[in-house]
């Protein structure tokens, strides 16, 4: 075919492209290609359209013939890594990505799509200056400063973040993501009403975003002012928020006593404390009735997520991948039992667990509180968290109390010997408390500064990544100075590099002071450990009264309170005995050793009859409703 002929069946291929007239497109695409195999337009130009009409193996074939043709073409560059990452091939997209902006450093989607693939292969930190070159190349684009502010924010740069967020609202005062960034970036800084009511403004605009609903959940229960019926209120929203599951056709066969496959999703299979919990529950579980099967969902990979994938007979990495194909490698892999570890906490799916992606469905360790999912079939929880009777009436899932004390307490290997309490130096009774700061509410400041009251001179020690930000020690020493407290008395640290550094500081501290209405967990296991008594306040609801199952199965109910003087008395009365307290601190470590936190065999044995149980029940309704099961696929 002449040259002209083949420029003008091009351009005719690019006008019918332009007019959304695809199939006609792509046939005279497919006619150049034929003509005039060396075309890079005519390739790169196919592999757009393909890639536009979500045949993804079509885009991937044409993109890459064009790169060939043409690799000095920074918008073919960028496409190809579009295609692969929208087939999941993250790293292979980012090296895509990298080329394009090199190619043509003034591509702002380049960088763009690098920060968003650095995000989820490297992490937010990684993002964040992919991200500032978007708000640089285009200031006036919003997506680039909601996103840069996400970045910031998960990054653990809450001001840069919200400043970020203030430009991006003030381009488009209505955008979503922005609002829903600025609200995690104030829960972040302790602002609990202002995140509450930027997450209503979203919710307001937009009642199907849902990671915005989840998110003001999590937030709901760092209030005091909220009641635990409010709280399920809201948790059934969500539910029915989110759209209705299909109607389920298993490929399960509903045989009670075989080998299961048991799946874990979860974004926290890291140095984080959903793994410490979970990792002594895997080491003793047995093998020959679970088979194990664990999907991360979170870029960062560790040392303890490599431990963790050596307990697995296979491991996922979900970072980064869309919904759609999380969900389709989740039923190709037909789990019979499908565990969620994150609730409503950051980078849930739970919109996934709604569309029941398998026969038995069950939420455990990271969140305090019912999903709200009809679909998720069962929540696991002890008598002490969830009392019997009044806490099922608040929940739509089974609560399942499967053990004395829902946790599983491994301690750090490299965790410093128990130091004697500081104050039987003569020096003053120390207080202290290292939860994540954002659970310290105002109730918890006002009861605090009672102890502080009670006990003349003592001094309070508070350490959270939170505080070194100075805007915020000056609120929180500003607070303190209203309750009658001289800032003088309280010391604020931040994150400390590493977890034994971390405990180390216990050493600084006489009596750990829990916080209310949402207690500690790990930190009330790292106190105890430590040698350092924890007093608590016992409410009406799982997240108030974690401290007290804690205490309860380390063999101290003596340190829970049942109101605000009673937590002042206990925690005075540890402070007057300093012989006392002594002895306390040098045998906490034996009471925990004692205690079912660190029988991890009977507690990974108790685990997996909840598991069996569940099945069990699964399969005694599959016999008596009439379905059509299919075979399993054999491995």
């Not at 989110?242 to 009670?256: D, F, K, M, Y």
Request: charged share 20%; with cysteine; net charge negative.
């Amino acid at each position: 075919m002449p040259a002209a002929n083949l420029q003008r069946l091009l351009e005719e291929a690019l006008a019918e492209h332009r007019a959304g007239r695809l199939p006609a497109a792509e046939k005279k695409y497919a006619q150049v290609r034929r003509a005039a195999p060396g075309s890079f337009d005519a390739f790169h130009l196919s592999g757009f359209l393909a890639l536009q009409e979500k045949r993804l193996a079509d885009a991937l074939g044409l993109l890459q013939r064009a790169r060939q043709l043409n690799p000095r073409s920074a918008l073919c560059a960028l496409r190809l890594a579009h295609a692969l990452k929208t087939m999941g091939r993250l790293a292979e997209a980012l090296e895509a990505a990298q080329e394009a902006a090199t190619l043509d450093p003034a591509l702002a989607d380049a960088h763009f799509c690098l920060g968003e693939l650095a995000a989820a292969l490297r992490g937010f930190a990684a993002a964040a200056p992919h991200l500032r070159r978007v708000t640089e190349l285009q200031p006036q684009a919003v997506d680039g400063w909601a996103n840069l502010g996400v970045a910031l924010a998960q990054s653990n740069d809450a001001p840069g973040a919200l400043d970020c967020f203030d430009r991006a609202l003030a381009l488009d005062p209505a955008n979503a993501q922005a609002l829903t960034g600025r609200a995690l970036a104030l829960q972040a800084e302790h602002r609990t009403a202002e995140a509450l009511a930027d997450y209503a403004r979203v919710l307001a605009k937009d009642p199907a975003r849902h990671e915005a609903r989840s998110a003001r959940l999590l937030a709901l229960h760092y209030s005091d002012a909220v009641g635990r019926e409010e709280l399920f209120r809201e948790h059934l929203a969500f539910g029915a928020a989110v759209e209705p599951p299909p109607e389920p056709r298993w490929t399960n066969e509903p045989e009670p006593g075989r080998r299961l496959r048991v799946a874990f999703l979860s974004p926290d299979l890291r140095a984080h404390p959903i793994a410490y919990f979970l990792e002594p529950l895997l080491a003793h579980l047995d093998r020959t009735a679970f088979e194990i099967f664990l999907y991360h969902d979170h870029a960062v990979v560790d040392a303890i997520s490599q431990r963790l994938r050596g307990q697995a007979a296979q491991w996922r990495d979900f970072a980064g991948v869309p919904a759609g194909r999380v969900e389709a490698i989740i039923r190709a892999d037909a789990p019979d039992i499908l565990v969620d570890l994150a609730g409503h906490t950051g980078f849930n799916r739970l919109p996934l667990f709604a569309q029941r992606l398998a026969p038995v469905q069950m939420t455990y360790l990271g969140y305090p509180d019912t999903t709200g999912l009809r679909a998720m079939d069962y929540r696991l929880v002890d008598a002490i968290t969830d009392p019997v009777g009044e806490a099922d009436a608040l929940a739509t899932e089974e609560l399942v109390r499967f053990a004395p004390v829902g946790w599983a307490y491994a301690p750090p290997a490299d965790a410093p010997a128990v130091a004697p309490p500081p104050a039987a130096k003569d020096g003053p009774v120390t207080f202290g408390c290292f939860n994540n700061f954002a659970k310290v509410s105002d109730a918890t400041l006002r009861g605090w500064a009672g102890v502080l009251a009670a006990v003349p001179g003592s001094r309070l020690l508070l350490k959270d990544r939170a505080l070194t930000q100075p805007a915020q020690q000056e609120r929180v020493r500003a607070r303190f100075a209203e309750l009658g407290i001289d800032g003088g008395r309280i010391e604020l640290l931040g994150r400390t590099s590493g977890l034994a550094a971390h405990l180390a500081h216990y050493a600084r501290m006489d009596i750990a002071l829990d916080a209310f209405p949402y207690h500690g967990t790990t930190t009330t296991c790292e106190a105890l450990w430590m040698g350092r008594p924890v007093v608590t306040l016992c409410g009406d609801r799982h997240a108030s009264r974690v401290g007290a199952s804690l205490l309860t199965a380390a063999g101290h109910p003596e340190w829970i309170a049942e109101d605000w003087a009673d937590y002042t008395r206990i925690a005075a009365g540890l402070a007057a005995d300093l012989s006392m307290l002594a002895k306390i601190s040098g045998g906490l470590r034996s009471d925990m050793e004692c205690s079912p936190l660190l029988d991890h065999p009977r507690q990974a044995a108790r685990f997996g009859a909840a598991l069996r149980d569940g099945w069990a029940r699964w399969c005694d309704e599959s016999a008596s409703v009439p379905v059509m099961f299919e075979p399993m696929p054999t491995r």
